[in-house]
């Protein structure tokens, strides 16, 4: 059995099904450990940045997380890399939807 965890758009790990949700709880966690490095401490302690536009208006942006997708051979075949991509881009797209750092396994079956 094996998983491809998509990362972004073009990143990707493929890795045996068992360690792959461990994979995927240590990427997130050190991605929101090292993130608050790349903003200013008060906008870490707020959770968002503030950003004001060309018309002088203000904007809040959430901090950067991290969605990954996870495809896996577990509970139904996959027959081609196309078709495991288009199953973890869907499931990325699932964790991002969650307004924070996540992943989703696919766990439908066959």
Do not use: N
Request: glycine fraction near 8%; proline fraction near 4%.
């Amino acid at each position: 059995m094996a998983e491809l965890i998509l990362i972004a758009d073009d990143d990707y790990i493929v890795k045996p099904f068992e360690p792959a949700e461990q994979v995927c709880v240590d990427i997130i966690a050190r991605f929101d450990q090292d993130i608050g490095e790349l903003y200013d401490a008060a906008d870490v302690a707020r959770g968002y940045v503030e950003i004001a536009d060309r018309r002088g208006d203000t904007h809040r942006f959430p901090l950067t997380s991290i969605a990954i997708g996870v495809a896996t051979t577990s509970q139904r075949p996959i027959r081609t890399q196309w078709e495991a991509s288009v199953i973890a881009t869907e499931l990325k797209g699932h964790a991002k939807r969650l307004g924070c750092s996540a992943y989703e396994v696919d766990r439908r079956g066959g």
